[in-house]
Nanobody, 126 residues
């Protein structure tokens, strides 16, 4: 059972930056892609960004494109999500997720992801 541990959330003013990290608990031969999702109070969980395990493909929600950048450090087995120019509407609990469902494809559907982290709170004040 793969466990994902997120870190890096916090409180920041609008226009500021944070970097989220996600660490799988073990070598993940079966994982084909990693994703970040977020859920704000009273809203459904939404896709933020994803990356194939090879790192060759990335995909972003329109709302974060140009501000967030997903990357993977294969040596450290970490996935990063630096977030710049944060806005109050970015406030949410952010979840790291992993899937083995597809190859060379990044799903934006939460049900396609097999493993989830516990979530980390990101709060952006205006």
């Amino acid at each position: 059972q793969v466990q994902l541990v997120e870190s890096g959330g916090g409180l920041v003013q609008a226009g500021g930056s944070l970097r989220l990290s996600c660490a799988p608990s073990e070598r993940t031969f079966s994982i084909s892609a990693m994703g970040w999702f977020r859920q704000a109070p009273g809203k459904e969980r939404e896709f933020v960004a994803g990356i194939t395990w090879s790192g060759r493909l990335t995909y972003y929600a329109d709302s974060v494109k140009g501000r967030f950048t997903i990357s993977r450090d294969s040596a450290k087995n970490l996935v990063y999500l630096p977030m710049n120019n944060l806005k109050p509407e970015d406030t949410a609990v952010y979840y790291c997720a992993a899937t083995s469902k597809y190859n060379n494809y990044i799903s934006r559907v939460s049900q396609d992801y097999d493993y989830w982290g516990q979530g980390t709170q990101v709060t952006v004040s205006s």
